[in-house]
């Protein structure tokens, strides 16, 4: 599969099927987000595999009520968290230098872009999941160490069915030249 085709194609996936997702497949996954870019080159972002089904009921449980992610989280065969270094990105010399803060969202952000689209090249589906009303919960479940923050999480597997992308907005809303609202 193409570039293009993965983005194209990719949907978010919130039903599995039980098949295991190999070692071999789940380390090319984890290795196409670990070639992602990151602020000047500070690879801030770190992976908890989770595969423990207790576990990941216990993240699936940190999620929104009625969030049909959770269900997703608890189904399919691994669950993947995505973390932070946190004082990395956006710092030059200790200190932040842009107006908008630390840069860790932005750079994990990346990272499991590129997991998604590897995933979905090969056959696997996946769905960002980052609506969670308490992170610490899950840093406390994952026994993250202080400065490491939790940011988003994934299911990881086979897509049991199709999954419909929702319509997209005509470029013409979306992109401008030379100033907003110029077309």
Same mark, same amino acid.
């Given at each position: 599969?193409? +570039?293009?085709?993965?983005?194209?194609?990719?949907?978010?996936?919130?039903?599995?099927?039980?098949?295991?997702?190999?070692?071999? +497949?789940?380390?090319?996954? &984890?290795?196409?987000?670990?070639?992602?870019?990151?602020?000047?080159?500070?690879?801030? +972002?770190?992976? $908890?595999?989770?595969?423990?089904?207790?576990? =990941?009921?216990?993240?699936?449980?940190?999620?929104?009520?009625?969030?049909?992610?959770?269900?997703?989280? =608890?189904?399919?065969?691994?669950?993947?968290?995505?973390?932070?270094? &946190?004082?990395?990105?956006?710092?030059?010399?200790?200190? +932040?230098?842009?107006?908008?803060?630390?840069?860790?969202?932005?750079?994990?952000?990346?990272?499991?872009?590129?997991?998604?689209?590897?995933?979905?090249?090969? #056959?696997?589906?996946? $769905?960002?999941?980052?609506?969670?009303?308490?992170?610490?919960?899950?840093?406390?479940?994952? #026994?993250?160490?202080?400065?490491? $923050?939790? $940011?988003?999480?994934?299911?990881?597997?086979?897509?049991?069915?199709?999954?419909?992308?929702?319509?997209?907005?005509?470029?013409?809303? &979306?992109?401008?030249?030379?100033?907003?609202?110029?077309?």
């Amino acid at each position: 599969m193409d +570039t293009f085709e993965a983005i194209y194609s990719r949907r978010s996936v919130r039903r599995y099927k039980d098949t295991p997702v190999s070692d071999d +497949t789940l380390n090319r996954v &984890l290795e196409a987000a670990r070639w992602a870019p990151s602020w000047a080159n500070t690879q801030c +972002t770190r992976y $908890v595999v989770v595969k423990d089904p207790e576990t =990941k009921a216990r993240l699936a449980e940190c999620l929104n009520k009625g969030n049909p992610a959770a269900e997703a989280i =608890k189904q399919a065969p691994v669950a993947i968290v995505a973390c932070a270094e &946190l004082g990395k990105s956006g710092y030059y010399k200790g200190v +932040t230098v842009t107006d908008r803060g630390e840069w860790f969202m932005f750079d994990v952000g990346i990272a499991m872009q590129n997991l998604a689209l590897a995933a979905c090249a090969l #056959g696997l589906g996946t $769905v960002h999941v980052g609506f969670i009303p308490d992170s610490k919960k899950i840093d406390a479940i994952l #026994g993250l160490p202080e400065g490491v $923050v939790s $940011v988003e999480m994934t299911p990881l597997g086979y897509p049991a069915g199709e999954s419909k992308g929702p319509p997209r907005r005509e470029m013409s809303e &979306l992109v401008f030249y030379e100033k907003y609202g110029r077309h």
